[in-house]
């Protein structure tokens, strides 16, 4: 009896979870609803990601552009992270997930930061799965920051314009603790990065579908993995060059 081939897991995946607004609206529901059951979705892959022994998930909850929706939307979505920070992280930590939020909080209420910062706080130390969130994130900023922060040891003498290299990039950049994603899924049938890990999506393999956020569940995340498990990730190389280094 032949085993059951191994399927190639990534490292670390990427998600832009879109279509919450248009998943509502299908059904005759304000937006809002749209967005709570994007959170019951994503609360159902981080588990399933949990038990499939995934290490990093960086998922798109609030890009930089988001502000220009309507206030009362903008509104509604800043009360919901609150409370899905406070009812979910206590399970995060006990499932021990490490929680890690990226982009520019300070624009957030303090009452967001305290709940940002007190979740980040509580799973800390934990070792399992490393769940990133963009909030007020955009790749554009982040890569801003980054050649900002190198400006800044070149004026103060601490590196030379010759150091300079994408290595130094990376280590400046948000996720500079963490791999370049692998697989990036993006919901909603747009097929767009929309500003989302501009420098860390260079050779991430993109999967897009149709499915709306909060239908996307477990079986069509493991439909993803699978597609990313048959990918020849050449990076260059010609297709002969990579089956001669898998050999």
């Not at 994603?181 to 991430?204: C, D, H, K, V």
């Amino acid at each position: 009896m032949n085993a059951t081939p191994t399927i190639s897991k990534p490292e670390h995946i990427a998600i832009i979870m879109d279509g919450n607004g248009r998943w509502a609206k299908s059904k005759g529901l304000p937006r809002v609803a749209g967005h709570r059951a994007g959170v019951k979705a994503l609360r159902k892959l981080i588990e399933h990601s949990v038990k499939i022994k995934l290490n990093v998930i960086t998922v798109y909850a609030f890009s930089r552009e988001n502000w220009q929706r309507p206030k009362s939307e903008v509104d509604l979505l800043m009360d919901l992270f609150i409370s899905a920070l406070n009812s979910e992280v206590k399970d995060l930590n006990k499932n021990n997930v490490k929680l890690t939020f990226i982009g520019v909080r300070t624009a957030f209420s303090r009452k967001l930061q305290n709940s940002i910062n007190e979740s980040e706080l509580l799973t800390s130390s934990n070792t399992g799965l490393c769940l990133n969130i963009a909030i007020n994130y955009s790749g554009r900023w982040d890569i801003v920051q980054a050649y900002q922060a190198i400006a800044k040891e070149i004026v103060s003498n601490k590196i030379a314009i010759e150091d300079v290299d994408e290595v130094l990039i990376s280590n400046k950049l948000s996720l500079a603790a963490h791999k370049d994603p692998e697989l990036f899924i993006r919901t909603g049938g747009e097929q767009r990065i929309s500003n989302y890990l501009l420098w860390q999506t260079a050779y991430t393999e993109l999967y897009f579908t149709e499915t709306l956020w909060p239908d996307f569940d477990t079986k069509q995340f493991d439909i993803a993995i699978d597609w990313f498990s048959k990918r020849q990730r050449r990076f260059g190389k010609t297709p002969e060059q990579v089956e001669l280094t898998q050999n």
